[in-house]
């Protein structure tokens, strides 16, 4: 079996770190590894199945050493924008986690469960982008209710870990958590209130229409990956004190009346999505169902009005972000190239 050259950029954060964990669970073919960092993470080193790899620090000398054939970033757009077009150059396929490429009309945005139909006529030396991770998991549910009835319109609250933030998010809950518990006031620093014990409904810069980056980046991704540009979305991004897995509670208007025997059906045979939707028994995602694990988990299922609404559904879809929205994603477009024999 063939095997290849993959780069991780960024393989010191917790999503490149999950990029290596990955790599080596899911036996993909790798025949030599190369994590780059900044020179904050010289002389560290990632875990790659059994073994430890020293980081390499992403300069001009070593970025000439190699010559991967995947390249996978996660170290946010400025890092991206001045290196993911070198190593494409260079014939690699560069998987981009950043929003740095997402919205660039050459630039394909890809779920591989939604749209992973446009792989098929990629060729080495591209750029490809890993969506937002709180619009991977949502797009998979309305992708299948699309299919199914068509969308009018579509309305979400997220409600967000910290780990959204990396590990400084993880650190500052963690903290803040303890300062309380001491009698202490803490102070935010990654996030623009207080995490613990509390929620925010404000997650990146904010817009003068009142619209914060991260509901701007799932409005314009959603409408890209799902090839309708004039869906209507409104979306609210919270951010809430759990440390991993982001929840959704996802509402889309449809086009024809919908069946939710159907819709449940339909879900249960979709790859990626686990369903989780039985109320008489108390059965619903929550975060701690789906952290480390590769599934969508969808909840919930109702219909709008108080139930009398049936070309209105409901529900609550919850995942992994650092795995299934982040690392998971972007090896599984990788996974897709090499199945389709195009590398």
Known sequence: ???????VVGATGLVGREF???????????KDVYPFASERSLGESVMFGDRDVDVLVLNEENFEKVNPDI????????VA???????????????????????????ALIVPEVNGRLIDKMKKGIIIANPNCSTIQM???????????????????????????????????????????????PEPAV???RIAFNVIPHIGAFNPDGYCEEEVKMVNESRKILSLPNLEVDVTTVRVP??????EVVTADLDDDADL????????????????????????????????????????????????NKNRVSAFVVADNVRKGAALNGLQIAETIIKKGII
């Open 1 to 7: 079996m063939k095997s290849y050259n993959i780069a």
């Open 20 to 30: 290596f964990a990955l790599l080596a669970e899911r036996d993909f073919p790798v």
């Open 71 to 78: 390249v996978f970033f996660s170290a946010g757009g400025l």
């Open 81 to 107: 924008k001045k290196w993911a077009p070198l190593f494409a150059e260079k014939g690699a396929f560069v998987i981009d986690n950043s929003s740095a490429f997402r919205m660039d009309n050459d630039v």
């Open 139 to 185: 797009v998979l549910f309305l992708d299948a209710l699309n299919k199914l009835y068509g969308l009018k319109r579509v309305s979400v609250s997220t409600y967000q870990s910290v780990s959204g933030a990396g590990k400084k998010g993880i650190n500052e809950l963690q903290n803040q958590v303890t300062d309380l518990f001491s009698g202490k006031m």
């Open 191 to 193: 996030f623009p209130q």
């Open 242 to 247: 759990v440390f991993y897995s982001h929840s």
């Open 261 to 308: 025997d159907d819709v449940r059906k339909f879900l249960a045979k979709t790859d990626g999505i686990r369903l989780f939707d039985d109320f008489e028994e108390l059965l619903y995602p929550t975060p701690a169902d789906a952290s480390g694990t590769d599934a969508v988990f969808i909840g919930r299922l109702r219909f709008g009005n108080g139930g009398k």
